[in-house]
T-cell receptor, first 111, second 115 residues
Framework: AQSVAQPEDQVNVAEGNPLTVKCTYS??????LFWYVQYPNRGLQFLLK??????LVKGSYGFEAEFNKSQTSFHLKKPSALVSDSALYFC?????????FGAGTTVTVRA | EAQVTQNPRYLITVTGKKLTVTCSQN?????MSWYRQDPGLGLRQIYY???????DKGDVPEGYKVSRKEKRNFPLILESPSPNQTSLYFC??????????????FGEGSRLTVL
């Protein structure tokens, strides 16, 4: 069975500060890893994915994530957060064609 | 415009009254799937389909049915809805990659309330 853990329900940061949203996973085989974002009252949007290759993945809106196989982690990062980054963030893992999401982390960026 | 379209967007129904939520994509994607979103639980996969006439259970399939008769459509059927199926539902599609799926394109969501 595969699973995803997002240990923080909420992350609060000041605008301009670095933002990190944590994700750890459990899966057999080589994982496909994803981050998605959900803005208030809207659907979900793809941010970035890791399939293979460079452990540092760059995605949309200035976000990046680092795949760490030994720690089974895939943390999302942004060097300088914006108020508009306030949203609900989901980490997801896929092995074969089944996809599992974490419970989500609410990010609030204060001005 | 590439999109995934779900209908209805909002629905209030009563226990036991069969309903269908339609989902259609225009990107020629092989992979389609359904999720429900509940507070504190994130998104949980209900069913997925890797191609026409190929469907499989996700993590929470009980009480739901799906079919994939055409590549573009993947309806979700609740034969006898119950209040615990009150939730926000998302349909999504993706291209298939070797060994897995690519990025998901989501519909706008369907908010279902079962009284």
């Amino acid at each position: 069975a595969q699973s995803v853990a997002q240990p923080e329900d909420q992350v609060n940061v000041a605008e301009g500060n670095p933002l990190t949203v944590k994700c750890t996973y459990s899966v057999s085989g080589n994982p496909y890893l994803f981050w998605y974002v959900q803005y208030p009252n809207r659907g979900l949007q793809f941010l970035l994915k890791y399939i293979t290759g460079d452990n540092l993945v760059k995605g949309s809106y200035g976000f990046e994530a680092e795949f760490n196989k030994s720690q089974t982690s895939f943390h999302l990062k942004k060097p300088s957060a914006l108020v508009s980054d306030s949203a609900l963030y989901f980490c997801a893992v896929s092995n074969d064609y089944k996809l599992s999401f974490g419970a989500g982390t609410t990010v609030t960026v204060r001005a | 415009e590439a999109q995934v379209t779900q209908n209805p967007r909002y629905l209030i129904t009563v226990t036991g009254k069969k309903l269908t939520v339609t989902c259609s994509q225009n990107m020629n994607h092989e992979y389609m799937s359904w999720y429900r979103q509940d507070p504190g639980l994130g998104l949980r996969q209900i069913y997925y389909s890797m191609n026409v006439e190929v469907t499989d259970k996700g993590d929470v399939p009980e009480g739901y049915k799906v079919s994939r008769k055409e590549k573009r459509n993947f309806p979700l059927i609740l034969e006898s809805p119950s209040p615990n199926q009150t939730s926000l539902y998302f349909c999504a599609s993706s291209s298939r990659l070797a060994g897995g799926i690519g990025e998901l394109f989501f519909g706008e969501g369907s908010r279902l309330t079962v009284l």
